[in-house]
């Protein structure tokens, strides 16, 4: 069985930092390329980034580029997304997708 657990989301104020972890079983992990979607609030999914099943190449959209960083580790089976500088449009559930799989993903909040 596939699971996906995101965590590490929270509230943090404008300018702030978190770094989200997403936890797979299930799939061979470093096989797969991997990425991190959200939805905002009222809003539909919205791409964030992607990362290489070997973590050497990855994509950003431009409205985090240059402030998230994608990463993985192989041996843990595990995606991070650490994001800084975070802005209120940050504000979505944030959710490491396999397919049409989701887990249940993780909060994300900006907002002083």
């Known amino acids: 069985e596939i699971q996906l657990v995101e965590s590490g989301g929270g509230l943090v104020q404008p300018g702030g930092s978190l770094r989200l972890s997403c936890t797979t079983s299930g799939f061979t992990f470093s096989n797969y390329a991997m990425t991190w979607v959200r939805q905002a609030p009222g809003k539909g999914l919205e791409w964030v980034s992607t990362?290489?099943?070997?973590?050497?190449?990855?994509e950003y959209a431009n409205s985090v580029k240059g402030r998230f960083t994608i990463s993985r580790d192989n041996a843990k089976s595990t995606l991070y997304l650490q994001m800084n500088n975070l802005k209120p449009e940050d504000t979505a559930v944030y959710y490491c997708?396999?397919?049409?799989?989701r887990g249940q993903g993780t909060q994300v909040t900006v907002s002083s």
């Open positions: 990362i290489t099943g070997g973590g050497d190449h990855t």
């Open positions: 997708p396999f397919g049409v799989i």
